[in-house]
């Protein structure tokens, strides 16, 4: 086998995302023919592929070294380098490339990612401040606290918690930079009017770049080795059959958006008579074809236009359109298993949003043609009594995977929701205990065994006040649910040892747990609850006043429940998370 046809299995592995074998084919290939940049560029794809980066990159150098005037080479050294987080020379290559090859997308594509990588790559100095644990911090500091009251300083510690890059957005408030100041541990902070924000990291300033990522690394096709440039190998542009072939293909189009198609295919057909080197005029033809339904015949046509394509040495979004167009026939005819590939490889080829879009939907469209293949009630009932076998002898993985599988059988039917969530407890998995919780829930909001369960995960997860409204929901369903009576019972006697700072448990943990409730945190930053705490914390007699106000009362419970506020430390004194007892 000489090094074109090594050249030609590699290239058939890399569309087949086999890459290791396409590594050993192009590698055969190298040994035949070591000053073929192509095979160096196609065996660094692979490599990239793989995240295998130093190899993509010393195959990526050789390509550039072999042939600098190639623009896809300085992509493939340009992704090598972006891939070990050189990111300023990924950037130089990407733009010499572009003196190179000014019109190749992919450079524009890999300068835009790897600025962007670079970008999100930079510490965040604001993220470990302005956390949910941000509030109870503030409280405890005698110059910050007053700020509380004021909303809109509240209002801003709310956008930036929820998004600390929104924080460059507040450079100019000298509320913002004292509180960072203090909370870094940086010292005073003397917030004159010639306050310099040029200490703030410069990227924060700038908004966040939205350029999508660049595309995998297309499968490189079977070209001589010499690889001149497509251009030079089209017709010249003087020629009287291509100004005849141009007016066929132009009455043909006009043909075709009303809809005539016969009369567009007689066009189509005559301009590829004139130049019967150029696919484009088939790929006319198979757009004929798709617009009738003749879907069978339009993949005859697509394959025969592709093999022509590849002959004729067609650009390669012309190729790129044929087999998209060949994936769509494959995805009306249901034949989804064909048509993915098929798209994906279009993808290599060229990066059409078209081609994104028409992948995506018929991803969702087998997914949803294969769930609703494999319903079967009947199968759904017998996995669910299997898997209440394998929990009753305490088996709790293959009940999960019993419970799994009369899910997919009959996703309509709630109590294999709660019967996993009740394994996923056993199993100390207590978010996805919640998660089947509120499935069942959505299904049969009445279910009183998955409330309770739901209360249960809560519990566990030491979201006592969540546990308490979820066993007061079952309660009001049915208020003699010894379940819900004893989950209620527990919690409450959880929250005491909480509040009397009996747990065991550090303030700041309870805290952050619960500023992560965004109920917690709305009560937090209300500038009234401030208030009402700063002075229960001054003045602790001050607390039976306003637990006689019912607002206040309900929001403070809420607050003692989830770990926020604790009393009793033995000094009768009020404790507010974990800050208080360590001043």
Request: aromatic letters at 8%.
């Amino acid at each position: 086998m000489d090094a074109a046809a090594y050249k030609s299995k590699g290239n058939e592995a890399f569309s087949a995302k086999n890459y290791p074998e396409a590594i050993e084919y192009f590698t055969k290939a190298i040994e035949l023919d070591g000053s073929n940049h192509v095979l160096f560029s196609n065996r660094s794809a692979c490599y990239a592929s793989t995240n295998q980066w130093n190899e993509a990159l010393a195959d990526a150098e050789t390509c550039v070294a072999l042939n600098a005037t190639w623009g896809k080479g300085y992509v493939r050294l340009g992704a090598a380098q972006h891939g070990l987080k050189r990111f300023d020379e990924a950037i130089a290559t990407y733009e010499k490339g572009q003196q190179v090859e000014p019109t190749l997308q992919a450079l524009a594509d890999g300068i835009a990612a790897a600025q962007k990588d670079q970008q999100a790559s930079r510490p965040d100095p604001f993220a470990g401040i302005f956390n949910a644990g941000i509030f109870v911090k503030i409280q405890s500091n005698p110059r910050l606290a007053p700020y509380l009251q004021q909303p809109d300083y509240v209002q801003m510690l709310n956008t930036i918690v929820a998004n600390p890059r929104m924080a460059g957005s507040f450079l100019q408030d000298k509320r913002f930079m004292q509180t960072f100041m203090e909370l870094s541990g940086i010292g005073g902070f003397a917030g004159g009017d010639d306050a310099d924000e040029g200490d703030a990291p410069r990227d924060l300033r700038k908004p966040t770049s939205t350029t999508p990522t660049p595309a995998e690394a297309p499968t490189p096709k079977p070209a001589p080795t010499s690889e001149p440039p497509k251009k030079a190998a089209a017709a010249p542009a003087a020629a009287p059959s291509t100004s005849d072939a141009a007016k066929l293909k132009e009455e043909g189009n006009n043909f075709y958006k009303q809809r005539k198609f016969d009369e567009a295919m007689e066009k189509y057909k005559a301009a590829f008579a004139l130049e019967p080197a150029n696919t484009t005029f088939l790929l006319n033809q198979t757009a004929v074809l798709f617009e009738e339904g003749k879907f069978d015949e339009c993949i005859t046509a697509c394959d025969e236009a592709l093999e022509h394509g590849r002959e004729n040495k067609a650009d390669y979004t012309v190729i790129a359109k044929l087999m998209t167009r060949k994936a769509f026939c494959l995805q009306k005819l249901r034949r989804h298993e064909e048509a993915i590939p098929l798209y994906k490889k279009a993808l290599i080829e060229h990066r059409n949003p078209d081609t994104l879009a028409k992948l995506d939907a018929c991803e969702k469209e087998k997914k949803k043609n294969d769930i609703e293949a494999y319903i079967n009630p009947e199968l759904g009932a017998a996995a669910k009594e299997e898997g209440n076998t394998f929990f009753k002898a305490d088996k709790f993985p293959e009940a999960v995977a019993a419970y799994t599988e009369a899910i997919k059988r009959n996703p309509t039917e709630h109590t294999a929701y709660s019967n996993r969530a009740a394994a996923y407890l056993k199993l100390g998995a207590y978010n996805e205990a919640l998660e089947d919780c509120e499935k069942c829930l959505a299904i049969k909001p009445d279910f009183i065994r998955a409330i309770a369960r739901k209360g249960h995960a809560y519990f566990w997860t030491k979201q006592y006040n969540k546990a308490l409204q979820a066993y007061d929901s079952g309660l009001k369903l049915d208020a003699t649910n010894q379940e819900c009576i004893d989950g209620k019972n527990k919690t409450r006697a959880k929250i005491s040892e909480m509040a009397s700072g009996q747990s065991g448990e550090e303030g700041d943990d309870a805290a952050r747990r619960a500023m992560a409730d965004p109920e917690i945190a709305a009560i937090m930053g209300d500038s009234y609850m401030q208030m009402v705490l700063g002075e229960m914390q001054r003045d602790p007699s001050r607390i039976q006043d306003y637990l006689r106000d019912p607002g206040i009362s309900e929001k403070i419970n809420k607050l003692i429940a989830a770990g926020i506020l604790r009393f009793g430390d033995g000094n009768g004194q009020q404790q507010q998370g974990g800050a208080a007892r360590r001043r």
